[in-house]
């Protein structure tokens, strides 16, 4: 049978290329028969976002040509925390733990801030906390990926999780970057003012929810991809963009 990627983007304010700003993103991998429920999901998805209303939006479908790698979802934890300043303290000591140097973290965060209007995922070399792609506000963009919605229900009714759309696709991201080799740990938080929640995955670690990474109300979310920077980054990227995953537990 054929599969075909489908994805989704939005922005308001003009197209993202003109200074548009970044509202909605969506990733689906559909049969040819689903196409029509698929397209139309990201456009609800994009109508209905907390951001706003887009005024620019793109929708695409494509064959995929390569065979789709089954990956089973990371072991997920979540950590409540009172306050940011625990949740940031507990993001900063997770990473340490999964092997990225203080130093380079330190050095990871004020890329973040160099860059608030960002859309992808910035890569980070962890042995000198250098930025390694070149995609300025760009970022990297992880594409190609989906979960059956009835697999990944069974797998929340399971562990007690939330049956949330965003939770199935942070942790699809997160599944499919952190089982390359190269990628040592990853830290994201949402950009929706209303979403506090965010997370540190690594292999060894699993998805660790942290239920306080920023206050409420800021609209900048944070994604850091820590890449060990001997590795061929242009292959890496190759595989963040282009290689089909399906989670499945
Ligand atoms: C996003 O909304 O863009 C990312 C959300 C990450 C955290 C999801 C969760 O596990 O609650």
């Not at 989704?8 to 304010?13: F, G, N, Q, T, V």
């Not at 993202?16 to 040819?32: M, V």
Request: charged residues 25%; hydrophobic residues 35%.
């Amino acid at each position: 049978e054929n599969f075909f990627s489908v994805r989704m983007r939005a922005s308001k304010d003009g197209a993202h290329e003109n200074g548009g700003k970044h509202i909605s993103g969506g990733e689906l991998i559909s049969t040819y028969d689903n196409l029509k429920n698929a397209v139309n999901f990201l456009l609800e998805k994009a109508l209905t976002h907390t951001r706003g209303n887009p005024d620019f939006m793109q929708i695409q479908f494509e064959l995929i040509e390569e065979t789709i790698t089954k990956l089973l979802p990371l072991h997920t934890a979540t950590n409540e925390v009172e306050s940011v300043q625990e949740g940031q303290i507990l993001a900063v000591s997770l990473l340490m733990k999964s092997g990225v140097p203080k130093k380079s973290i330190e050095r990871a965060f004020q890329l973040i801030d160099e860059y608030p209007n960002l859309r992808g995922a910035i890569l980070v070399n962890i042995w000198n906390g250098e930025r390694i792609d070149d995609r300025h506000e760009k970022g990297v963009r992880v594409s190609r990926m989906d979960w059956l919605t009835t697999n990944f229900e069974k797998w929340a009714n399971y562990f007690t999780i939330p049956r949330s759309q965003r939770i199935k696709e942070a942790l699809v991201l997160a599944t499919k970057v952190n089982s390359h080799p190269a990628t040592i740990s990853e830290l994201c938080w949402s950009d929706d003012p209303e979403y506090t929640t965010g997370y540190v995955a690594s292999k060894n670690l699993g998805y660790q929810r942290i239920t306080n990474l920023k206050e409420y109300g800021d609209e900048h979310g944070c994604r850091i991809f820590f890449v060990d920077g001997r590795s061929d980054i242009d292959s890496y990227i190759d595989y963040l963009e282009k290689l089909p995953i399906i989670v499945q537990w």
